[in-house]
């Protein structure tokens, strides 16, 4: 497989240019999504579908398996606490009142984490 191949596989979500959740869009098993060190540990001990970060830093990133013990309403608001921490990691520029407007205004339009 190519790189460009591996591209093609993924939809990566940005806030500024900082990833905060991914998907294979291939197979639509999982999404991989930044997490608290602390709280991934215990994510990972109490659900089967929550797993070390796939090709990512495995301290920092979780990967979270669709259609297993983790329910459609903790993936999304796991993906609002990557989204959120990835926000106040930005510089003051990045964290302008576009990005935070234009996430909240899809979050709420979506309905993701509502």
Known sequence: MLPTDIAVMFLCFYVGDK???FVNVEVFDFCCIKCDPVESG???????GVRPGWHMNKRHWISVYFNRDVSDE?????VKKSYDMVVK???????GKTIIEDMSIFF???GLFY
Not at 89 to 95: A, I, Y
Request: charged content about 35%.
């Open 108 to 110: 709420e339009k979506t």
């Open 74 to 78: 903790m993936v999304r608001k796991l």
């Open 19 to 21: 990833w905060f959740c």
């Open 42 to 48: 215990e994510l990972q001990a109490r659900y089967v």
């Open 89 to 95: 990691h930005l510089n003051r520029k990045e964290q």
